[in-house]
Nanobody, 124 residues
Framework: VQLQASGGGLVQAGGSLRLSCAASPKRTSSNNAMGWFRQAPGKAREFVASINWRGDSTSYADSVKGRFTISRDNAQSTVFLQMNSLKSDDTAVYYC?????????????????WGRGTLVTVSS
């Protein structure tokens, strides 16, 4: 399974970005939960959001609750992360990952496939 994240870029504080993560071959992730993590310069990787296989259960890090929304389109084998009200603290490389199970969560050790990441830079 290969995961390709895209949609990162430079945005001003308060702005929005939408990240996408496409899995290939298609439909290889439809039974698995998916997640987004991020790693800021000089910091450890941290959990951002996860979504279960059906797309009807999500979880978020406290730092992004109310601002970020994770969603998925299983027909297109794609997961999205809509990021609104961006802050400078959101600057990081964002990674998508496929969970071992259908239900997801914040434990990075339970994710088996990882994409290369896409850089999000928020200017203040």
């Amino acid at each position: 399974v290969q995961l390709q994240a895209s949609g990162g870029g430079l945005v001003q504080a308060g702005g929005s970005l939408r990240l996408s993560c496409a899995a290939s071959p298609k439909r290889t992730s439809s039974n698995n939960a998916m997640g987004w993590f991020r790693q800021a310069p000089g910091k450890a990787r941290e959990f951002v959001a996860s979504i279960n296989w059906r797309g009807d259960s999500t979880s978020y890090a406290d730092s992004v609750k109310g601002r970020f929304t994770i969603s998925r389109d299983n027909a297109q084998s794609t997961v999205f992360l809509q990021m609104n009200s961006l802050k400078s603290d959101d600057t990081a490389v964002y990674y998508c990952a496929q969970h071992l199970s259908s239900y997801g969560g914040a434990d990075s050790s339970r994710y088996r496939y990882w994409g290369r990441g896409t850089l999000v830079t928020v200017s203040s």
